[in-house]
C-alpha cells in the first residue's frame, strides 16, 4: 500500500520536474542577452565565436539543444559553467554541502523551538503567557528571513559585534577537512575549535532562515494541539490524574503532528528557497549565493545546474513528507 | 427570495450607498488592526505623494564634503541630517522618502496584478472545474515547486531590470498564491444554498460567479491583496539589493539596504533606516490584511 502511494507520488513529481525543466530551458533561451557574448574578448573573430558557441551547444536549434540537455543530464554531465569555466556538477558538489548543513540545522532549529513555543503556548493557552506567544509570534510571522538576517547582520555584526558577519568558517581557524561536510566532519573528528567556529558562523544564517519556518510550525502545531486537547481520550487521561506537561507530550502530540508535518514540509521548501538571499547577505559560500552570480553572469549551464538541484532537493524533501506522513498517520496507510 | 419568483433577468434596486459605505467603514474602524496599520500605510502614501515638498534635500545631491555623517545624536552628526549621510554624501532621510514612491508603486500595481491573474484562475477552476480545473492546478503545482525568490531574479534577469520588471516578474510568480486560495474558497461557495437557488432560476453560470460568488469571495481576496503587498515590498527590496531593480540614480529602500550591507562597517545607518522602513511596512500590509480579514468576516467577528 505505502509502495503503490509512493508510486504515483513519484510519477507526478516526476511529470513536475519534467515542467520545470522545459519552463527553465524555454525561460533562458528567450533571455535577450547573449552567453558567449559576455566571454569572449574584444577582439575575438567570428570563427573564435562560432567555435565557443558549438563549445557550449548554443549553435543547434532551440529542441536539440533540449535533447542534447536532456541527454547529458543522464549521463551525469551538466555541461561547462560559463563565468567559471569549470564542470558545474564539481561546481555543485563542492558548494552544495554548505547550504545542505544550513538548511538543515535552520530546520532542526526550526523544529524545536517552534515545537516548543507550541507546547509552552498550548500547556498555558489560557494566560498571559499565551497571549504574549501569540503576538510575537504574530511578528515572526509576518516578517521575513530577508528582513531578519539584515536585522541580525547590523545587531550582532556591527553595532554589538559578537558573531562573524561573512563566510563559513574563518581562514585562521584552518579547516584541513577532507569531506566538504565541514560541521558533521569537525563534530566527527573531535575538531571542537573547527566546530565551534563553523557553529558560530552558521548562528545568524541559520536564525534568519529559521525564525520564520519556526512560526508556522509553533502556529499550526499549537491550533492543532489545542484541538487534540479537547478530545475525549485526553480528557480521560486528564482524569487519570496525568500532569499538563505529560498530557501535551504524550496524548496530544501524536494526534497533532500529521497536519504540523505537511505544512512542515512546504515551508521547508521556501527556507531551501531562502537560502539565495540569506547566503548573500552573509557571503556563504553555499549554492544559493552562487545562484545570483550565476543569473547576473547569464551563466546558462550553471543555472540550469543550479534550479535542476532546487528541484530535485523539493521533490525530495515532498516525497519525505508524504512517507513521514505516513509513519505518523496509520489511517492514511488504508486508503 | 423575492427575486426568485421572477425569471426576468435581474434588475438592481437602486439604493443609496451612503449608508451601507459608512456602516462598512465603522465595522472596518473597529478592528484596532485595520485602523492602525492602515493609518500608517495612509501616512506612507502621504509622504511617497509629498515626497518633493517635505524632503530636506535632494534625494540625489552629492556633497563629499558631507559624506558618512552620522544620524542626529551620535557624534559627528550635522544639522540638516537628521538620518545622517550616505558615503557619497547623500541624505538619508531623503532618500528614504523618495524610495516610498517606488515601494507603494509596485506593492500596488504588482499585487493588484497577481491577484488580477489568480483570482480569473482560481475562480474558472474551482466553479468549471473538470479539465480547466486539471490544467489550472497543474500549472500552479508546477509553478510552486520553484524557489520564488530564485524565480524571481531569473524572471528579471530574462525580462531586464527596472519597475516594470519587478512588478511584471511579482505577478507572474505570485499569481499562485490568489490562485489556490480563490479556487478553494470557489469551491466552498460553490456548495452553498444560495447558488443552487441562483441556479434553479437559470441564471447563466457566469452570471452566477460574477454576481453572486466573487461578492462573497471579496473579503478573502481583500485579505490576500494587503498581504501580497507586503510581499511585494520585501521581493522589490531583495532585488533592488541583488542589483536588479531600478538603476541606481532611482532611491529605493533595497538599493539603499544593498549600499548599507557593503559598508555596513562605515555607514550602519544606511542599511538601519531602510531597513526600519521595511520592517514596519510589511508589518503594517500583514495586520492590515489579517484585520480586514477579521473584520470582514462575519464568522470571526463573533
Not at chain 1, 538576517?149 to 577532507?178: I, K, T
Not at chain 2, 519597475?163 to 510568480?173: C, E, F, K
Not at chain 2, 486560495?181 to 453560470?205: F, N
Request: glycine share 8%.
Amino acid at each position: 500500500m505505502i509502495a503503490m502511494a509512493l508510486l504515483k507520488r513519484l510519477t507526478t513529481t516526476a511529470g513536475t520536474l519534467a515542467g520545470v525543466a522545459v519552463v527553465v530551458f524555454v525561460l533562458l533561451r528567450i533571455v535577450p542577452g547573449d552567453p558567449v557574448a559576455m566571454m569572449i574578448s574584444p577582439g575575438a573573430s567570428a570563427s573564435d565565436i562560432a567555435v565557443l558557441r558549438a563549445h557550449y551547444g548554443l549553435d543547434g536549434s532551440l529542441l536539440s539543444q533540449f535533447g542534447l540537455w536532456l541527454q547529458s543530464i543522464f549521463h551525469g554531465d551538466l555541461g561547462v559553467s560559463i563565468s567559471l569555466r569549470r564542470n558545474v556538477l564539481e561546481v555543485l558538489l563542492e558548494r552544495l554541502p554548505a547550504t545542505l548543513e544550513l538548511c538543515i540545522a535552520a530546520l532542526e532549529f526550526a523544529v524545536l523551538f517552534g515545537g516548543t513555543v507550541a507546547v509552552v503556548g498550548t500547556i498555558w493557552r489560557n494566560s498571559w503567557v499565551g497571549e504574549l506567544i501569540d503576538a510575537v509570534n504574530g511578528l515572526l510571522l509576518a516578517v521575513p528571513d530577508f528582513v531578519w538576517a539584515l536585522a541580525f547582520a547590523l545587531f550582532f555584526g556591527v553595532l554589538w559585534p559578537v558573531l562573524p558577519l561573512s563566510g563559513r568558517l574563518d581562514p585562521s581557524a584552518g579547516s584541513g577537512m577532507v569531506t566538504p561536510f565541514f560541521w558533521a566532519e569537525s563534530l566527527l573528528r573531535l575538531r571542537f575549535d573547527v566546530f565551534a567556529d563553523l557553529s558560530r558562523h552558521l548562528v545568524m544564517p541559520v536564525l534568519a532562515l529559521s525564525l520564520p519556518l519556526a512560526a508556522v510550525i509553533a502556529r499550526v502545531l499549537k491550533d492543532a494541539l489545542i484541538e487534540a486537547m479537547a478530545q475525549d481520550y485526553v480528557l480521560l487521561a486528564q482524569l487519570k490524574g496525568m500532569s499538563r506537561l505529560r498530557l501535551v507530550l504524550q496524548e496530544a502530540l501524536s494526534n497533532a503532528i500529521g497536519p504540523t508535518l505537511a505544512l512542515t514540509g512546504v515551508q521547508f521548501t521556501f527556507l531551501v528557497g531562502g537560502t539565495v538571499i540569506t547566503e548573500r547577505i552573509f557571503a556563504y559560500p553555499g549554492i544559493g549565493n552562487m545562484a545570483i552570480d550565476a543569473v547576473i553572469n547569464r551563466d546558462l549551464p550553471l543555472i540550469q545546474g543550479l534550479v535542476l538541484v532546487f528541484a530535485v532537493i523539493f521533490i525530495a524533501v515532498n516525497m519525505l513528507v508524504d512517507l513521514l506522513q505516513l509513519v505518523f498517520n496509520p489511517r492514511l496507510r488504508h486508503g | 427570495m423575492d427575486e426568485a419568483v421572477s425569471l426576468a433577468p435581474p434588475t438592481k434596486a437602486v439604493q443609496s450607498h451612503s449608508p451601507r459605505w459608512r456602516r462598512q467603514l465603522k465595522v472596518l474602524m473597529s478592528e484596532p488592526k485595520v485602523a492602525g496599520a492602515g493609518g500608517f500605510i495612509l501616512l506612507l502614501a502621504l509622504v511617497a505623494l509629498l515626497a518633493p515638498l517635505i524632503s530636506p534635500h535632494d534625494p540625489l545631491d552629492q556633497d563629499l564634503m558631507l559624506s558618512a555623517l552620522p544620524p542626529a545624536g551620535f557624534d559627528g552628526a550635522e544639522r540638516g541630517h537628521l538620518l545622517g549621510t550616505d558615503n557619497l554624501g547623500r541624505d538619508v532621510l531623503s532618500r528614504l522618502i523618495f524610495g516610498t514612491r517606488i515601494t507603494l508603486i509596485v506593492a500596488v500595481v504588482a499585487a493588484g496584478l497577481a491577484a488580477l491573474i489568480g483570482t480569473t484562475l482560481g475562480l474558472l477552476a474551482g466553479w468549471y472545474r473538470g479539465l480547466v480545473d486539471g490544467s489550472i492546478s497543474r500549472l500552479v503545482e508546477i509553478w510552486m515547486s520553484f524557489p520564488p525568490v530564485l524565480l524571481s531574479i531569473l524572471l528579471v534577469a530574462v525580462i531586464g531590470s527596472g519597475v516594470t520588471s519587478v512588478i511584471a516578474a511579482i505577478a507572474i510568480i505570485d499569481w499562485t498564491r490568489f490562485c489556490r486560495v480563490i479556487r478553494a474558497e470557489t469551491m466552498a461557495q460553490a456548495q452553498q444554498d444560495y447558488v443552487l437557488a441562483a441556479r434553479a432560476v437559470g441564471y447563466p453560470r457566469l452570471y452566477i460567479l460574477l454576481r453572486e460568488i466573487l461578492p462573497n469571495i471579496m473579503p478573502v481576496l481583500l485579505a490576500l491583496v494587503s498581504l501580497e503587498m507586503g510581499i511585494a515590498v520585501i521581493v522589490e527590496g531583495i532585488l533592488s539589493f541583488v542589483g536588479l531593480s531600478v538603476s541606481s540614480d532611482t532611491p529605493t529602500w533595497g538599493g539603499m539596504i544593498a549600499e548599507g550591507r557593503q559598508y555596513i562597517h562605515q555607514t550602519w545607518w544606511v542599511l538601519a533606516a531602510p531597513l526600519a522602513a521595511l520592517f514596519a511596512t510589511v508589518l503594517c500590509f500583514n495586520q492590515l490584511g489579517e484585520g480586514l480579514r477579521r473584520a470582514l468576516d462575519p464568522v470571526l467577528r463573533r
